[in-house]
């Protein structure tokens, strides 16, 4: 059976903070433990799931392949299969101010033992560094000086089974820095650890600390601030944008500074957290190590910054993990087919040398990755590792022929443009528009449009969301159908896969960079050598012919 572990076991402890500072707010230990509870009792009712409380120290491993899992208190959890997400804790070294806290969360014990373990087996270990702002009373925030920032409505839910549910949503709101912010801050940014010599490790380059915002951009004299509520059983507020690793004290004189938060009750204080983690070239496309058969990695010894992030490998890693155990091939979403490919093959093509933040722009594909086509792209991919059910499965394949019908029938039905309202002025040489021309029409939204169409045919009975769907396919059919010829060339690369154990030397042709490249990051297709940083079109050129004259040979072996 596989194996999932976190820098530190599985461990449900409860907080032991300090007392700190008179403004903390001891809620902040409840509201955790609350969390906790909800944690282990998920986890209780989960079949199929032993729960081990015990400090992961040293992987097992027989002839380059993992067997177990050693920990501190001697005991040995054997598996064929291993995932780690070691989250913030593998090494972890809190920064408050001057102050040096072992631990990958306050409160919360770090793994070091873990690190050693992944050198001693000829793994290359980095360090980085992330930030988080400190947590607000929202009895003590004044949001009536703040902007409010609503939620969606109607709200999208994550699964396409929510249906008809209702909620209490709770606005975020939008405030601002000021002068004052600006000069306590810049006064005191030597006590940063950050600045003051520290910390020397990389940090996220989109998600900077206030500290370095004010540095950064000496002409701002203020930065924006989302106040986000943490939930709707907690008063506790995040303050995004304010992540920091100043001293307690300098925190709070800064934070009371902000609009709104001129009374306010520090409940954690903001703090850096630097941990070691394994630069990604080390994994393959299913984040199975290539050094060790059987290990997995996910989340932030990746490289990888943010909860998104961290979820979307834990999801691959332990399905790759259980079917490695089945006999089964790895599960592997190539860069046209979901964000998590896209992640994925960056980590495994490019590595990391800073927190690594997934965002739409990285996407090159990224019209073919739209939220509405979600299912559509991988809804038959669930289905074959029975986490869709069979009835919705064929219900979703019946709404895609009833949409494609759809379409057909939109291209083929002619309005007239006397009943258009005020779109007939965008036709005044012709009698009659076709319901798909329409759709295409700059600057009109596609919910006026189907209420329009809806006026003259009664008849469509499409959800809403099906109906948005077939308007985009037929407003940018052209832009999807170039793109989609992009995709066909893509996988033309991607299909070529490259043998294990290729002799990146003996290649004739091949530039002594490319065989560095390509020995380091050990490509398994050809469209993945393309990707890797410093990579010609010449060097695929030659690294195709090559792969051509081995398909020949062996073919004539045969």
Same mark, same amino acid.
């Given at each position: 059976?596989?194996?999932?572990?976190?820098?530190?076991?599985?461990?449900?402890?409860?907080?032991?903070?300090?007392?700190?500072?008179a403004?903390?707010?001891?809620?902040?230990?409840?509201?955790?433990?609350?969390?906790?509870?909800? $944690?282990?009792?998920?986890c209780?009712e989960?079949?199929?799931?032993?729960?081990?409380?015990?400090?992961?120290?040293?992987?097992?491993?027989?002839?380059?392949?993992?067997?177990?899992?050693?920990?501190?208190?001697?005991?040995?959890?054997?598996?064929?299969?291993v995932?780690?997400?070691?989250?913030?804790?593998?090494?972890?070294l809190i920064?408050?101010?001057?102050?040096?806290?072992?631990?990958?969360?306050?409160?919360?014990?770090?793994?070091?033992?873990?690190?050693?373990?992944?050198?001693?087996?000829?793994?290359?270990?980095?360090?980085l560094? !992330?930030?988080?702002?400190?947590?607000?009373?929202?009895?003590?925030?004044?949001?009536?000086?703040? @902007?409010?920032?609503?939620?969606?409505d109607?709200?999208?839910?994550?699964?396409?089974? !929510?249906?008809?549910?209702?909620?209490?949503?709770i606005?975020?709101?939008? !405030?601002?820095?000021?002068?004052?912010?600006?000069r306590?801050?810049?006064?005191?940014?030597?006590?940063?650890?950050?600045?003051?010599?520290?910390?020397?490790?990389?940090?996220?380059?989109?998600?900077p600390?206030?500290?370095?915002?004010?540095?950064?951009?000496?002409?701002?004299e203020?930065?924006?601030?989302?106040?986000?509520?943490e939930? +709707?059983? !907690?008063?506790?507020?995040?303050?995004?944008?304010?992540?920091?690793?100043?001293?307690?004290d300098?925190?709070? @004189?800064?934070?009371r500074? $902000?609009?709104g938060?001129?009374?306010?009750?520090?409940?954690?204080?903001?703090?850096a957290?630097?941990?070691?983690y394994?630069?990604?070239?080390?994994?393959?496309?299913?984040l199975?190590?290539?050094?060790?058969?059987g290990?997995?990695?996910?989340?932030?010894? +990746?490289?990888?910054?943010g909860?998104?992030?961290?979820?979307?490998?834990?999801?691959?890693?332990?399905?790759?993990?259980?079917?490695?155990?089945?006999?089964?091939k790895?599960?592997i979403?190539?860069?046209?087919?979901?964000?998590?490919?896209?992640?994925?093959?960056?980590?495994?093509?490019?590595?990391?040398?800073?927190?690594?933040?997934?965002?739409?722009?990285?996407?090159?594909?990224?019209?073919?990755?739209?939220?509405? +086509?979600?299912?559509?792209?991988?809804?038959?991919?669930?289905?074959?590792?029975?986490?869709?059910?069979?009835?919705?499965?064929?219900?979703?394949?019946e709404?895609?022929?009833?949409?494609?019908?759809?379409?057909?029938?939109?291209?083929?039905?002619?309005?007239?443009?006397?009943?258009?309202?005020?779109?007939?002025?965008?036709?005044?040489?012709?009698?009659?528009?076709?319901?798909?021309?329409?759709?295409?029409?700059?600057g009109?939204?596609?919910?006026?449009?189907?209420?329009?169409?809806?006026?003259?045919?009664?008849?469509?009975?499409? @959800?809403?969301?099906?109906?948005?769907?077939?308007?985009?396919?037929?407003?940018?059919e052209?832009?999807?159908?170039?793109q989609?010829?992009?995709?066909?060339?893509?996988?033309?690369?991607?299909?070529?896969?490259?043998?294990?154990?290729?002799?990146?030397?003996?290649?004739?042709?091949?530039? +002594?960079?490319?065989?560095?490249?390509?020995?380091?990051?050990?490509?398994?297709?050809?469209?993945?050598?393309?990707?890797?940083?410093?990579?010609?079109?010449?060097?695929?050129?030659?690294?195709s012919?090559?792969?051509?004259?081995?398909?020949?040979?062996?073919?004539?072996?045969?």
């Amino acid at each position: 059976m596989p194996v999932a572990i976190d820098a530190t076991g599985i461990q449900f402890r409860r907080l032991n903070l300090s007392s700190g500072p008179a403004v903390w707010s001891t809620r902040a230990q409840a509201d955790r433990i609350e969390y906790n509870d909800f $944690v282990v009792k998920a986890c209780e009712e989960t079949s199929n799931l032993e729960i081990i409380e015990a400090t992961a120290s040293e992987l097992l491993v027989e002839n380059d392949k993992i067997v177990g899992v050693g920990c501190e208190d001697g005991q040995k959890i054997m598996a064929r299969a291993v995932v780690i997400a070691t989250g913030t804790f593998l090494g972890g070294l809190i920064h408050i101010g001057d102050k040096k806290i072992e631990g990958g969360r306050l409160g919360e014990d770090g793994a070091s033992a873990l690190s050693k373990s992944f050198r001693s087996l000829g793994f290359e270990v980095g360090r980085l560094k !992330t930030g988080t702002p400190p947590r607000l009373d929202g009895k003590s925030v004044d949001l009536s000086k703040c @902007e409010p920032q609503p939620g969606e409505d109607p709200i999208p839910f994550f699964s396409y089974r !929510t249906k008809g549910r209702t909620l209490t949503q709770i606005s975020c709101h939008l !405030t601002k820095t000021t002068a004052e912010t600006k000069r306590i801050i810049t006064e005191n940014m030597h006590r940063s650890p950050i600045f003051s010599g520290q910390i020397d490790s990389t940090g996220p380059r989109y998600c900077p600390s206030i500290e370095d915002k004010f540095f950064r951009f000496k002409d701002k004299e203020s930065h924006q601030l989302f106040l986000e509520p943490e939930g +709707n059983g !907690t008063d506790d507020i995040y303050p995004n944008g304010f992540s920091t690793a100043l001293p307690e004290d300098v925190q709070l @004189e800064a934070i009371r500074t $902000v609009i709104g938060l001129e009374e306010a009750i520090i409940t954690k204080p903001g703090y850096a957290v630097e941990y070691d983690y394994c630069p990604s070239f080390q994994i393959k496309p299913s984040l199975e190590t290539k050094r060790i058969a059987g290990l997995f990695f996910a989340g932030q010894i +990746n490289g990888t910054s943010g909860y998104e992030e961290a979820a979307a490998q834990g999801l691959m890693a332990g399905l790759n993990a259980s079917l490695m155990v089945a006999g089964e091939k790895p599960l592997i979403l190539d860069r046209s087919e979901a964000y998590i490919g896209v992640m994925i093959d960056d980590l495994v093509t490019r590595s990391t040398t800073e927190p690594y933040r997934m965002f739409t722009s990285r996407a090159e594909y990224r019209l073919a990755l739209r939220e509405d +086509n979600a299912r559509e792209r991988l809804f038959a991919i669930g289905h074959r590792y029975n986490l869709i059910p069979d009835e919705d499965y064929r219900e979703f394949a019946e709404s895609l022929k009833r949409r494609e019908l759809l379409i057909k029938k939109f291209e083929s039905t002619h309005l007239k443009v006397s009943e258009l309202g005020e779109l007939s002025s965008r036709f005044q040489r012709r009698d009659a528009v076709s319901m798909a021309h329409l759709f295409k029409l700059p600057g009109v939204d596609i919910n006026d449009l189907i209420a329009l169409i809806k006026k003259h045919d009664s008849e469509l009975s499409l @959800e809403p969301e099906a109906l948005s769907q077939v308007a985009i396919k037929i407003r940018y059919e052209g832009y999807i159908a170039k793109q989609q010829r992009e995709i066909d060339k893509f996988k033309k690369q991607e299909s070529v896969l490259i043998p294990d154990g290729i002799s990146w030397s003996g290649i004739v042709g091949l530039k +002594n960079e490319a065989v560095e490249k390509f020995s380091h990051f050990k490509p398994q297709s050809l469209g993945q050598a393309s990707r890797i940083e410093g990579i010609t079109p010449g060097d695929i050129s030659v690294l195709s012919v090559h792969l051509k004259r081995l398909r020949i040979e062996r073919a004539a072996q045969k």
